[in-house]
């Protein structure tokens, strides 16, 4: 077990706890530790006037300090007051995995630290984006309500067979990105993978809608008016590049709808556009209408059609209730476009209310399973609306042959054994012998191939992805081979972040003295000339001590601010401490 089992992460399913890992909090140096402070230290200073009000209470309902990398047990024992819990992932998990911790109340945390190289945006998920991003803002209810709704209708979605390779593709570059040994020509590779199926995906899923909806608003997302929005998305919360960014005028801000569904975004670079919702109350009904798009809640024809495009496991359900669990590979449909008979290759089960029927699991059809929807011809009345008097008035009744003609020039012909009923009495299933199912000229079952199950129901309503009872099926899910990659150190850089320890005892100590300062300053100056960070902290504990040398470290900050790429960091830093910074 890598994680702590509370009241919340408890009811987790057990197909989801491969996904966890144990929170390796013993690798994150003392840079990353000091890049965390930065970050949350300049954040909360920024976003305290464009963020939602929710986030910065929520850092302290949550348990979220800006001193030092959160523990995830202590995240927790915070988290269960509000209903919620984290677990440690790495990196990206599969969408749909990531939707149903979410419909647990469970946040999935990427356990990895962003580097200093990419302290203000990192293309890989971290615990900075994790942990700072999205938990303080699930401490309002009615965010933390969408985020629950959210994971519950996106697990559900139906993927198409591109979307595992998209995020396996994704998975990589950002790792390949973050990783300062990652070669120029292995990120340029994974970038033009990453292109390649964006340009190449087809129709999108609705996987693949439901993350864009995600992206945009979870991640990506604005809240109040177009003229004066503030930020509420993760994405934009945990960096301190982008936050910024986003609310020049350059980024195009637009009023969030379902039609952002339809829009695409590209996880390593900035976003050109963000949407705006009004409220909290607006996310939850966008949600809603897309729901209602969603095969689980349209069924049908199309329903069925966008299984078997998937080639992945999926259910539909038809209107007694019954549901069908499999890997879906046919259906037919007549002149209405509506389907008349399905069917399942291999593995599948049958259940009711999302428990497995007795004796109709995958034991019970291993080579698949196929039944006729619909009404029989000529009969007003469908046979799930049939009472024991109308199924005997029809023949449809144990020990008797008979022969069925459904709508569309469907036949199951056969000997009645015996019909499945739910609780309520309505019938589910009905057995037969003998039996023959054909469709026009088409034989689609013969009775050498044993018993036949015809599942009874006039319509299909409902479509979605996975099983209907989570435990028909053994997890054959992976969790991804392609691994966030350990980052090896140099000697010269473990000397580097003992330093960096160093002085980050002498900020939490009652006593320092000015001499051992200027050994480390000196140390810094000689051996690593071109790290600001540190001498940002140096320089921090100077001020906090009134020492004489705050004079040069501030110089020395100065000369290292003409390099472009550190102007803005050492700026902010020196904003943050209040001091006014250099006119270079």
């Known amino acids: 077990m890598q994680f702590q089992l509370n ?14 890992v ?29 963020a939602h009000n929710s986030y910065i209470k929520g850092l302290a309902k949550t348990g979220i300090s800006t001193e030092e990398i959160p523990y995830m047990d202590g995240m927790n024992r915070i988290l269960k007051d509000i209903g919620w819990a984290a677990v440690s992932v790495d990196g990206f998990i599969p969408p749909n995995a990531f939707m149903e911790f979410q419909a647990y109340n469970v946040l999935v945390i990427a356990s990895d630290m962003r580097t200093i190289n990419h302290i203000e945006y990192t293309p890989a998920p971290d615990i900075i984006h994790e942990a700072a991003g999205h938990a303080p803002i699930i401490a309002n209810p009615e965010y933390a309500e969408y985020l629950r709704r959210f994971g519950e209708i996106g697990c559900k979605a139906i993927s198409s067979a591109k979307d595992y390779e998209m995020y396996e593709a994704i998975r990589l570059l950002s790792i390949l990105k973050e990783n300062p040994n990652s070669s120029e020509k292995e990120i340029n590779t994974a970038q033009e993978a990453v292109a390649y199926l964006q340009d190449n995906m087809g129709e999108l899923s609705e996987m693949a809608q439901i993350r864009n909806l995600h992206w945009w608003t979870v991640e990506y997302g604005l809240i109040g008016t177009l003229e004066n929005p503030k930020i509420y998305g993760a994405g934009l919360l945990s960096s301190i590049g982008e936050s910024a960014w986003c609310m020049k005028d350059e980024v195009r801000k637009a009023p969030y709808s379902i039609e952002t569904a339809n829009i695409n975004f590209d996880i390593t670079k900035p976003q050109p556009q963000l949407f705006v919702t009004p409220d909290f109350a607006h996310l939850s009904l966008v949600l809603e209408q897309f729901a209602n798009k969603m095969a689980i809640r349209k069924g049908g024809l199309k329903g069925i059609q966008k299984l078997i495009n998937s080639k992945n496991l999926g259910t539909i359900e038809l209107s007694t209730g ?13 002149e209405n476009n509506k389907p008349i008979y399905f069917q399942t290759t291999g593995l599948t089960a049958l259940s009711n209310r999302d428990k497995e029927l007795i004796g109709h699991g995958v034991e019970n059809h291993k080579g698949g399973f196929g039944s006729p929807v619909g009404k029989l011809k000529g009969i007003n009345i469908a046979i799930e609306n049939m009472s024991p008097r109308d199924l005997e008035a029809y023949q449809i009744y144990e020990g008797k042959r008979i022969s069925l003609e459904f709508e569309g020039g469907l036949k199951v012909v056969g000997d009645v054994i015996t019909g499945t009923r739910d609780l309520r009495g309505k019938i589910l299933i009905i057995s037969f012998d003998n039996c023959t199912v054909m469709h026009n000229e088409t034989v689609l079952f013969k009775p050498a191939w044993g018993i036949y199950n015809m599942a009874v129901g006039k319509e299909v309503v409902s479509a979605y992805g996975g099983a209907a009872d989570i435990n028909s099926f053994k997890d054959e899910s992976e969790v991804s081979k392609t691994k ?39 140390q810094l100056k000689k051996d690593f000339s071109n790290d600001w960070l540190l001498n940002l902290e140096l320089y921090e504990v100077a001020l906090q001590h009134h020492f004489l040398i705050q004079e040069e470290i501030y110089t020395y900050l100065l000369v290292l601010q003409k390099n472009e790429t550190y102007k803005k960091l050492i700026e902010n830093g020196l904003n943050l401490l209040r001091v006014e910074p250099s006119k270079i």
Request: net charge positive; charged share 25%; proline share 2%.
């Open 7 to 20: 009241d919340v992460t408890k009811k987790l399913p057990k197909h989801l706890h491969k996904f966890v």
């Open 22 to 50: 144990k929170q390796p909090y013993e690798e994150y140096t003392a840079q990353n530790q000091a890049v965390w402070r930065y970050v949350m230290r300049i954040n909360v200073d920024y976003l305290s006037k464009v």
């Open 322 to 334: 019954i549901q069908i669990s499999g890997v879906f590979t046919n259906v037919i449909a007549d």
């Open 484 to 522: 966030t990659h350990k980052i090896k150190y140099s000697d010269q850089e473990r000397a580097l972040y003992s330093l960096y320890e160093e002085v980050r005892n002498m900020r939490e100590a009652t006593s320092v003295t000015e001499e051992n300062l200027t050994i480390i300053f000196n």
